[in-house]
């Protein structure tokens, strides 16, 4: 579906005074609302992977790793992102780590930030132990769930 299309479906849309159409084809994904004299359009396509450039982030066999970890070392808890942000390991560059590996960490101290949407929300830790690992770079995205770091309880 190129750009034309998709242009006239928007005004086709706004002139049948529907209020919300979802069209879902394999590789596009449309969603138009409309009301109260404005158009909202997301639109989402996916591109064929054969089309795709070469890209440096972890493949999906890469991406599992940390989960085969957590499944050899069953007796280490994990703490996971809450929300989908950037992750930071510090409050400002220019201060030190809330966490490393070996800090002992207690129900309720923060071990990371992640920014969302401009907001900085402190993750506590839930369990008190050990860090043993920590599962994501400095600075780089995280998914919601998304495991951060393993915690020895012992």
Same mark, same amino acid.
């Given at each position: 579906?190129?750009?034309?299309?998709?242009?006239?479906?928007?005004?086709?849309? @706004?002139?049948?005074?529907?209020?919300?159409?979802?069209?879902?084809?394999?590789?596009?994904?449309?969603?138009?609302?409309?009301?109260?004299?404005?158009?909202?359009?997301?639109?989402?396509? @996916? @591109?064929?992977?054969?089309?795709?450039?070469?890209?440096?982030?972890?493949?999906?066999?890469?991406?599992?790793?940390?989960?085969?970890?957590?499944?050899?070392?069953?007796?280490?808890?994990?703490?996971?992102?809450?929300?989908?942000?950037?992750?930071?390991?510090?409050?400002?560059?220019?201060?030190?780590?809330?966490?490393?590996?070996?800090?002992?960490?207690?129900?309720?101290?923060?071990?990371?930030?992640?920014?969302?949407?401009?907001?900085?929300?402190?993750?506590?830790?839930?369990?008190?132990?050990?860090?043993?690992?920590?599962?994501?770079?400095?600075?780089?995205?995280?998914?919601?769930?998304?495991?951060?770091?393993?915690?020895?309880?012992?």
């Amino acid at each position: 579906m190129d750009i034309k299309e998709i242009q006239n479906l928007i005004k086709f849309v @706004a002139k049948s005074g529907a209020s919300e159409v979802k069209l879902e084809m394999e590789d596009v994904k449309i969603t138009i609302k409309t009301g109260s004299g404005k158009t909202e359009t997301t639109i989402v396509q @996916a @591109a064929p992977m054969a089309n795709m450039p070469q890209m440096t982030a972890p493949t999906a066999a890469e991406a599992v790793t940390p989960v085969k970890t957590e499944s050899e070392d069953s007796h280490f808890i994990t703490i996971k992102s809450p929300i989908i942000g950037t992750f930071y390991r510090k409050p400002s560059p220019d201060k030190p780590n809330f966490a490393e590996v070996g800090t002992e960490v207690s129900v309720g101290d923060t071990v990371c930030v992640i920014e969302a949407m401009k907001l900085f929300n402190e993750i506590e830790s839930e369990i008190s132990g050990k860090i043993v690992k920590v599962l994501v770079e400095d600075s780089t995205p995280v998914e919601f769930d998304q495991p951060l770091f393993l915690v020895d309880p012992s």
